[in-house]
């Protein structure tokens, strides 16, 4: 198994170019199963969630071509071969789940494993599974698979989601792109990905309107159409690199980020001690000579400061001066990170969803490992303003969802290598 072994090696510089949305891709090339026709994507990052999806529409029927070095993809699904996601796939990614409003929509069966993924938390599909049926599907749970079942296609009806799920929106909105009559969700996700999936589902003849608020209604259509859609910027990733030049001082500007994606997360590196500015080519980051200041965060649904940049913006409280307070309410077991940035040195005390970071004055390097994809990538941001080596091991976890990151981090001059083991 490989490993990132990096040196603290004081300020960064330069540029990166921000890759397009892991999450948002994972949502959209899904919704290709809607329609026989082909669907083409721009964009995309080559990551290995990017990987497991394609397996998983393959053994469905879809068919995919890819150029560009697989930045380029296009999934044509002439019929639907096989209706069940089979356990082997989908135990490896939990957005696998997402293919289940999409393939009863069309199909009117679907079988579907139930889900894996990081292990932060429970992270139950009871939303997804209460919405479809609401929809008129049909549910069975047996053998630790999902059946579903619409003979009849599915019909409009209006349900409020008792928590904004990102997932369980996603799949809704597919679904009920192809049900009969007008499907109006309420309390759903906010997040940019969200938008981008109702972008892509409107140029596939889809009539959706409120995406981006609290409320989306869908007019239900007999059939959709191919498209050609550009994968919305990775807003997590912009947020994972801003974190550098804070951590190790210095300034790096990232190609392709907006502020409008990342505000409330912007506000909280400015309370600390950040200075952003928005450029032509993206956002320029910057370590003004002072210290960072301690800040508190609690996590939220989008706009609020999003989860997958909590263990990020840990990593950079650790050397704070003062103490922080970061709560975490979307998922119930998301510090595993906190034990391994203690390794370093740094003083986290975590009471279930609440961790305390006492600013030390240096981090030092050690060997760590993470067990999830942010948590492994904040071990590499704490590893840059660490004194010595740091070695992190399971790089797997980053190759789902961090395109190219050593080349990244090398980019803006990081001591960085990937090693085998
Ligand atoms: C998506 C993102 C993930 C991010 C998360 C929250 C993708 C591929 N993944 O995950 O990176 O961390 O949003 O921003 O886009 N829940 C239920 N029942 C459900 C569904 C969810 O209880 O049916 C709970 C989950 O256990 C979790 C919380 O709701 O505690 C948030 O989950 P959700 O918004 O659905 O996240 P995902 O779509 O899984």
């Known amino acids: 198994m490989d490993s990132i072994i990096v040196q603290g090696n004081g300020p960064v510089s330069g540029e990166i170019p921000i890759s397009g949305a892991k999450n948002a891709a994972l949502t959209l090339m899904p919704a290709a199963l809607l329609t026989d026709k082909p669907v083409t994507f721009t964009n995309v990052p080559r990551l290995s969630d990017i990987k497991t999806t394609n397996e998983l529409l393959a053994s469905l029927g879809t068919k995919i071509s890819m150029i560009d070095d697989g930045q380029k993809i296009t999934l044509t699904t002439p019929e639907i071969t096989n209706h069940l996601a089979h356990y082997d796939i ?24 139930l889900p894996g993924g990081c292990a932060i938390g429970a992270r139950p599909v009871d939303i997804h599974l209460k919405g479809l049926e ?43 792109t192809l049900a009969k009559g007008t499907t109006v969700l309420k309390n759903v996700a906010r997040e940019p990905e969200i938008i981008d999936l109702a972008d892509l589902l409107r140029l596939m003849g889809a009539n959706i309107i409120g995406d981006g608020s609290s409320v989306i209604k869908i007019e239900g259509v007999e059939t959709l159409h191919g498209a050609t859609h550009q994968v919305v910027t990775d807003r997590i990733e912009l947020g994972t690199y801003m974190m550098a030049p804070l951590i190790a001082g210095g300034q790096v500007e990232l190609l392709g980020g907006k502020r409008r994606i990342l505000e409330s997360f912007c506000q909280k590196l400015e309370e600390a001690g950040a200075e952003i500015t928005e450029t032509e080519r993206g956002l320029l980051v910057a370590r003004n000579n002072a210290d960072i200041r301690a800040v508190s965060v609690t996590t939220e649904p989008y706009p609020g400061f999003p989860t997958d940049l909590q263990a990020q913006m840990m990593a950079l409280l650790c050397t704070a001066e003062g103490k922080s307070v970061l709560n975490e309410t979307i998922f119930e077991n998301r510090f595993m990170h906190a034990p391994e940035l203690i390794r ?78």
Do not use: C, Q, W
Not at 95 to 110: E, M, N
Not at 357 to 374: I, K, Q, S, Y
Not at 399 to 414: L, P, Q, T
């Open 344 to 421: 370093m040195g740094a003083n986290i005390e975590v009471h279930g969803g609440t961790a305390t970071v006492t600013g030390v004055n240096e981090l030092r390097g050690a060997p760590v490992m993470a067990t999830d994809l942010r948590a492994s990538v904040s071990l590499i941001l704490a590893g840059l303003a660490a004194k010595g080596e740091t070695r992190v091991a399971r790089v797997y976890h980053l190759d789902r969802g961090y395109e190219k990151v050593v080349s990244k981090f090398r980019a803006i001059g990081a001591n960085i290598e990937r090693i085998k083991e």
């Open 90 to 113: 989908v135990r490896k990614m939990r957005a696998s789940i997402l293919v289940l409003g999409p393939i009863v929509a069309r199909h009117g069966i679907a079988a579907v494993s």
């Open 134 to 176: 609401v929809l008129g599907v049909d549910l069975d749970l047996r053998d630790g698979y999902i059946h579903a079942k619409a003979p009849n296609g599915l019909k409009g009806a209006t349900y409020e989601l008792p928590f904004a799920s990102v997932g369980a929106t996603e799949n809704l909105l597919m679904a009920a």
